[in-house]
């Protein structure tokens, strides 16, 4: 009874929706093959990575184990030489070294010498014009700059007593100060005395005079006369 009812036929003028109704076998075999194609190739990239590595893991058994490392040598100890032993091996090298030089006559010898002399001539030459140029220009620039103006100061005077006139075109003058103190606001009296140069020896024991500061004249004087204000009685 089964076969007979799938191999009927739908008459569609009896039932005109079974046409639509009816699904469709072609598109549903080609929706369900695609999925299928899908798997197909998720698991042929699977069954490839894992043939890779077993072939990567067969390779790594297949190759030699590397040798173990051997052990470095030892260095050698470096002998230490006494400061004797060391200047001789100095000399040695340095005598071994000359003997492989090419002998020179004597004339090339003092060429060579003559040629260095003219080398440090030129250096030296050339030092001292660099010298003087910055010399010349250290000048330039002091005499550049103004000179600060010579201000003539006053020249101090003071009145005393001539107390000596032994010696020639010399006096010596004894000035008398007094002076208040300053904490116990007493008049304190000193004096000091100065020599003095008297041209003409115009001035005598006792004479007050005026004397004005001068340049050194000698050791001791600094002092001018310029008058004689009283004679002395």
Request: glycine fraction near 4%; hydrophobic fraction near 35%; proline fraction near 6%.
């Amino acid at each position: 009874m089964a076969e007979e009812v799938e191999n009927t036929e739908i008459d569609p003028a009896v039932n005109p929706d079974a046409s639509t109704e009816a699904p469709d076998e072609s598109s549903a075999s080609v929706e369900a093959s695609e999925p299928a194609a899908e798997n197909e190739a998720v698991t042929s990239d699977e069954k490839a990575g894992e043939t890779e590595a077993v072939a990567a893991g067969e390779a790594a058994m297949a190759e030699p184990a590397a040798p173990p490392a051997e052990p470095a040598a030892p260095a050698e100890p470096q002998v230490q030489l006494s400061p004797k032993e060391r200047k001789v091996a100095i000399k040695t090298r340095k005598s071994a070294k000359v003997g492989t030089q090419p002998e020179r006559s004597p004339e090339q010898r003092q060429a060579d010498r003559d040629t260095l002399r003219a080398k440090k001539a030129a250096e030296r030459r050339a030092g001292r014009a660099s010298a003087r140029a910055k010399y010349k220009a250290a000048e330039h620039e002091r005499t550049a700059t103004p000179a600060r103006e010579h201000v003539v100061g006053t020249q101090k005077t003071r009145q005393g007593v001539v107390v000596s006139d032994r010696a020639d075109k010399t006096i010596t003058v004894r000035i008398d100060v007094a002076r208040r103190h300053r904490k116990y606001q007493k008049i304190v009296r000193t004096s000091n005395t100065l020599h003095a140069h008297d041209e003409t020896n115009d001035a005598h024991i006792g004479d007050t005079v005026v004397v004005r500061e001068a340049r050194p004249l000698s050791r001791l004087k600094r002092w001018r006369l310029v008058e004689v204000v009283e004679r002395a009685k």
